[in-house]
C-alpha cells in the first residue's frame, strides 16, 4: 500500500458544527502532516506529527485541533469554523525528514456556510 | 530560512514543444529539492526529486530536472508537452532542520492543442 487516504472527499459544515478530517497511511510512515490549500496558492503547513508526537503547530487556530490515535492514522478536528477556513486540506506522511519527500492524499475540499 | 522561487506563475505551451518550468532555490547547504504536480481538485503527486545522488534527475511522465549549483537553480523539463500535462506544479525544498517542506507559489502549466 503506497497511498494515503483521506475522507471525506467533500464536506460542507455550519460555522457552529464540529466535524472531522480522517487521514490514513499503512506505509509505516513516522511522520505526518495537515496542509491547508487555498485557491490558486500553495499548500500551508499547519501541524506536524513525529512518532505520533506533535512536533510543529504553525500558530493555527484553535478551533483545529489534531490529533494521532496511532501510527497510520491521523484526525483533524474542526469546530466553529469561519467560512475563510474553506479550503482543500492536504494530508501527508513521511519516512521522515531529508530526502524521502511526503506522500499527498487527495484531499477534503472544506465548505464552511 | 531554505525557500525556492519559481519564475512565472503561468506558463503556456503547444503540444509537442518543450516543456520549461524554472525554480531557484536558497539554500546555504546542499538542499533536497523536489518536484510535485497537481492536477485540478486533486493531492499532490511527486514528480522527482534530488537528493545529491545525481545532478540530472529522471521523473515520472517524462520530465527530468537539473540540479545547477552554480545558478541555485533546479528546472523541471520535458521535451514534449501532451494536453495531459495541464496542472499546477510546485517546486519544494525540504528543511535540514525539522523536515518542513517549503513550496514555492506554483506555476500552472497550459498545452494548447
Known amino acids: 500500500d503506497t497511498e494515503v487516504t483521506q475522507t471525506p472527499k467533500h464536506l460542507v459544515m455550519g460555522m457552529t458544527n464540529k466535524k472531522s478530517l480522517k487521514c490514513e497511511q499503512h506505509m509505516g510512515h513516522r511522520a505526518m502532516y495537515w496542509y491547508k490549500q487555498k485557491a490558486k496558492k500553495p499548500p500551508e503547513l499547519m501541524f506536524v506529527?513525529?512518532?505520533?508526537?506533535?512536533?510543529i503547530n504553525e500558530s493555527v487556530p484553535s478551533r483545529f485541533s489534531p490529533e494521532c490515535p496511532n501510527s497510520s492514522l491521523l484526525n483533524l478536528h474542526l469546530h466553529a469554523l469561519q467560512p475563510e477556513d474553506s479550503a482543500l486540506y492536504l494530508c501527508?506522511?513521511?519516512?521522515?525528514?531529508?530526502?524521502?519527500?511526503?506522500?499527498f492524499g487527495s484531499g477534503t475540499r472544506l465548505t464552511v456556510v | 530560512a531554505q525557500s525556492v522561487t519559481q519564475l512565472g506563475s503561468h506558463v503556456s505551451v503547444s503540444e509537442g514543444a518543450l516543456v520549461l518550468l524554472r525554480c531557484n532555490y536558497s539554500?546555504?547547504?546542499?538542499?533536497?529539492l523536489f518536484w510535485y504536480v497537481q492536477y485540478p481538485n486533486q493531492g499532490l503527486q511527486l514528480l522527482l526529486k534530488y537528493t545529491s545522488a545525481a545532478t540530472l534527475v529522471k521523473g515520472i511522465n517524462g520530465f527530468e530536472a537539473e540540479f545547477k549549483k552554480s545558478e541555485t537553480s533546479f528546472h523541471l523539463t520535458k521535451p514534449s508537452a501532451h494536453m495531459s500535462d495541464a496542472a499546477e506544479y510546485f517546486c519544494a525544498v525540504m528543511e535540514n532542520q525539522g523536515g518542513k517542506l517549503i513550496f514555492g507559489q506554483g506555476t500552472e502549466l497550459s498545452v494548447k492543442p
Open positions: 501527508a506522511s513521511s519516512q521522515g525528514a531529508g530526502s524521502y519527500g511526503y506522500t
Open positions: 506529527y513525529s512518532y505520533e508526537k506533535l512536533s
Open positions: 539554500s546555504s547547504v546542499p538542499p533536497y
